[in-house]
């Protein structure tokens, strides 16, 4: 409803502001936005886990050398930890609780929420469930390891900031252009979008931007 509503209201302002030729243009605008805030939230949501995953291992740590089976311990996890942890947890520990296998519930949870930092962690505690050994010493190493990774990660994503604004002022830019160009000359983008070549042209424009904008996204995005 939210997409269809947008797609229509930005059709008609388009045609309204600029003419209707960029009604279809910024109906499909709106798509590409909708379709990239999802994604943003996705990303956001599992960012706010991977930054939780160093406390949810100190918690898994502490509570198996207590003497709690990792079942228990992962239910406390999900008691202790906010959202998104702690709700990804719940739908963990639910699962075990009507007879899901651990490998299962925790293969689910690395496809929801996929992450090298969750792999590393869904890997270590199977592999010490199938073994039967005590995983402790494991998770304290894998704690700091986390801890590490989430400050790597942030120093990154600090120096690539620039870049990722600049991704994003390239079509502002160019769509602000234009509606300076109408400003200043009313009609002028009716009459240029009243020809082929005209119609062409600012299509080839669009697609360029579009084009430089996932280039630069590419381009400022590191694996850590």
Do not use: H
């Amino acid at each position: 409803m939210a997409l269809a509503v947008t797609v229509a209201v930005l059709w008609v302002v388009g045609q309204a502001a600029l003419s209707p030729f960029f009604g279809p243009i910024c109906g499909l605008l709106g798509i590409w936005v909708a379709l990239g805030y999802l994604n943003w939230q996705r990303q956001k949501r599992i960012e706010r886990f991977i930054n939780q995953l160093p406390e949810l291992s100190r918690i898994l740590a502490n509570a198996t050398q207590a003497g709690l089976a990792l079942r228990m311990a992962l239910s406390l996890a999900a008691d202790e930890l906010e959202a998104p942890a702690g709700d990804e947890l719940e739908k963990v520990a639910q699962q075990l609780a009507v007879g899901t296998s651990l490998d299962d519930a925790l293969g689910e949870l690395a496809e929801r929420l996929p992450s090298r930092e969750l792999v590393v962690l869904v890997t270590t505690l199977v592999l010490a469930n199938r073994a039967g050994g005590t995983v402790v010493s494991s998770l304290r190493n894998l704690t700091e390891t986390l801890e590490e990774r989430k400050e790597t990660r942030r120093e990154v994503r600090t120096q690539l900031s620039q870049v990722s604004m600049t991704a994003y002022s390239v079509p502002v830019i160019g769509v602000g252009s234009l509606l300076l160009i109408d400003n200043m000359q009313p009609g002028a983008l009716d009459r240029m979008t009243s020809t082929g070549l005209g119609q062409f042209a600012v299509v080839a424009a669009f697609a360029l931007y579009v084009v430089g904008f996932a280039a630069i996204r590419r381009f400022s995005k590191i694996d850590v």
